[in-house]
């Protein structure tokens, strides 16, 4: 009888183990997988983008996806930088086909529309052309949209242009002082401008030397620790006045996973964007 229980607790104990083998296996592929996608979708972005310092992270609610429904990317056009930064409606692998339309739109459109108010009416345009024909295949997909910050910066002048598109307003940090940019008549959720005509008109602000301008996406803001208070951005952000775009975006990861202690509810993303003196030529 020893000997009978000894080998059925050994059989046990093997079974066990090839389980955890080959589940550690699965992850390993999935993380694989996971990395392989978000270095496709969401391309790194450069330090710097002519006279901009440049600093983003994104943060996947998710944690073994590794990528979601947040996005954004640059686009180095003559004389000015255009950045976008969007939220999908949902979060996780869901969102993520709808997050690569908008993506690859940006990225070919930001290069041939002159006027930023033109190049957003195109993305709602696209976007909605593309989910129309993803109601065929996908029911769910009939309801999405996309919420998006689109900001252009001159390189010769001191101001920023911003459509804002049922986003959360950018952030100006200036001193001491953190002030959103608020658009005087914000747009509806690409994906949805059938439902409200609209020029997309982009408001001006004004972005100095040494300024930086955040751009983050609604899982930084709701945010919550464990007695269910939100993130509290603007007031984080004024305590690190004077830091640049990148270390202000460390600060700003590392404080954002402690409050909510490791694990967000929701996808989220940051880029920072740091004007520096215009030097004489800039690529």
């Given at each position: 009888?020893?000997?009978?229980?000894?080998?059925?607790?050994?059989?046990?104990?093997a079974?066990?183990?090839?389980?955890?083998?080959?589940?550690?296996?699965?992850?390993?592929?999935?993380?694989?997988?996971?990395e392989a996608?978000?270095?496709?979708?969401?391309?790194?972005?450069?330090?710097?983008?002519?006279?901009?310092r440049?600093?983003?992270?994104?943060?996947?609610?998710?944690?073994?996806?590794?990528?979601?429904?947040?996005?954004?990317?640059?686009?180095?056009?003559?004389?000015?930088?255009?950045v976008?930064?969007?939220?999908?409606?949902?979060?996780?692998?869901?969102?993520?086909?709808?997050?690569?339309?908008?993506?690859?739109?940006?990225?070919?459109?930001?290069?041939?529309?002159?006027?930023?108010s033109?190049?957003?009416?195109?993305?709602?345009?696209?976007?909605?052309?593309?989910?129309?024909?993803?109601?065929?295949?996908?029911?769910?997909?009939?309801?999405?949209?996309?919420?998006?910050?689109?900001?252009?910066?001159?390189?010769?002048?001191?101001v920023?242009?911003?459509?804002?598109?049922?986003?959360?307003?950018?952030?100006?940090?200036?001193?001491?002082?953190?002030?959103p940019?608020?658009?005087?008549?914000?747009?509806?959720?690409?994906?949805?401008?059938?439902?409200?005509?609209?020029d997309?008109?982009?408001?001006?602000?004004?972005?100095?030397?040494?300024?930086?301008?955040?751009?983050?996406?609604?899982?930084?803001?709701?945010?919550?620790?464990?007695?269910?208070?939100?993130?509290?951005?603007?007031?984080?952000?004024?305590?690190?006045?004077?830091?640049?775009?990148?270390?202000?975006?460390?600060?700003?990861?590392?404080?954002?996973?402690?409050?909510?202690?490791?694990?967000?509810?929701?996808d989220?993303?940051?880029?920072?964007?740091?004007?520096?003196?215009?030097?004489?030529?800039?690529?």
């Amino acid at each position: 009888m020893q000997i009978l229980a000894l080998l059925v607790v050994t059989a046990v104990i093997a079974v066990f183990v090839a389980l955890r083998e080959r589940q550690q296996r699965e992850m390993t592929q999935v993380r694989s997988v996971s990395e392989a996608v978000q270095r496709v979708l969401l391309r790194p972005l450069p330090p710097r983008l002519g006279p901009l310092r440049v600093a983003s992270v994104y943060l996947a609610a998710e944690a073994e996806a590794q990528v979601g429904g947040d996005l954004f990317a640059a686009a180095r056009t003559e004389g000015q930088t255009r950045v976008i930064v969007g939220d999908v409606r949902g979060k996780g692998l869901s969102s993520v086909s709808d997050a690569a339309l908008l993506l690859g739109a940006f990225r070919e459109a930001a290069h041939q529309h002159a006027d930023l108010s033109a190049l957003s009416l195109y993305l709602e345009q696209s976007v909605s052309r593309d989910l129309v024909e993803l109601t065929e295949t996908d029911q769910g997909s009939e309801e999405d949209f996309i919420t998006a910050a689109i900001v252009e910066i001159p390189d010769d002048q001191a101001v920023v242009r911003v459509v804002n598109c049922g986003h959360p307003p950018p952030l100006l940090v200036r001193g001491r002082s953190v002030t959103p940019l608020r658009a005087e008549q914000p747009e509806t959720p690409l994906g949805l401008g059938a439902f409200a005509a609209s020029d997309y008109r982009a408001d001006t602000f004004p972005l100095e030397d040494d300024d930086v301008l955040l751009l983050y996406t609604d899982g930084v803001i709701e945010a919550r620790n464990a007695a269910g208070v939100f993130y509290p951005l603007a007031e984080r952000l004024t305590a690190w006045t004077g830091d640049d775009a990148e270390t202000l975006v460390r600060r700003l990861k590392d404080d954002l996973l402690a409050h909510s202690g490791g694990s967000l509810g929701d996808d989220a993303a940051v880029v920072a964007l740091q004007r520096t003196p215009t030097p004489s030529h800039i690529p």
